[in-house]
């Protein structure tokens, strides 16, 4: 008898554990189900866009950028990033765009100026940049031929000036 009874306790017992498994198993696929429908409303938002960095101070160095994005649900349509610019970019093509430069070119003696080309390395935050750009600047030192007579005269003529004077 007491072994029989022994025997019911057992089964009850794992009959118990047998339901209380099913159950977190259910609630377990329950919380499952409800995770694709949160993915789902995400993805009624839109992509960031993000503006140009715009520098705190300067030209360069630590600033700010705007983003945006759209959605009927979205919780958050702005938000403002810290972002920074490299002082060392050509800032004339956009601080947001890398280019790798060929070497200088030879210099033009009828513009006094010399070329090269750049071609684009990278735009960061999706910026617009131009392939390719051209930049020019000042050759060195030119050898001008102007008389070094002219100058003495000059001096000469200064001199005179201020003993007239």
């Known amino acids: 008898m007491q072994q029989q ?4 306790r057992m ?3 794992a009959l118990l ?3 209380f498994i099913l159950a977190a198993v259910s609630t377990a696929e329950a919380g ?9 409303k995400k993805s009624d938002c839109g992509e960031w866009q993000w ?4 520098p ?5 160095g630590l600033g700010t950028r705007e983003g945006t994005r759209t959605g009927a649900e979205c ?20 601080a947001e765009c890398k280019y790798q430069f060929q070497a200088w070119g030879e210099c033009d003696l009828n513009t006094a100026l010399k070329t090269r080309t750049g071609n684009l390395k990278r735009a ?17 030192k030119l050898t001008k031929t102007k008389p070094q007579e002219s100058k003495k005269k000059k001096k000469e003529g200064k001199k005179q000036e201020k003993m007239l004077d």
């Not at 349509?77 to 972002?83: A, D, G, I, L």
């Open 5 to 8: 009874q022994q025997q019911r």
């Open 124 to 140: 960061l935050h999706n910026a617009d940049c131009q392939k390719t750009v051209t930049i020019s600047k000042p050759c060195g």
């Open 56 to 60: 705190t101070n300067g030209d360069c």
């Open 11 to 13: 089964f009850t017992a």
């Open 17 to 19: 554990a047998l339901v």
């Open 75 to 94: 919780k958050q349509t702005t938000k403002t990033q810290k972002c920074k610019i490299p002082c060392n970019w050509k800032k004339q093509f956009g």
């Open 32 to 40: 499952k189900k409800e995770k694709p429908e949160k993915k789902a």
């Open 51 to 54: 503006s140009v960095c715009v």
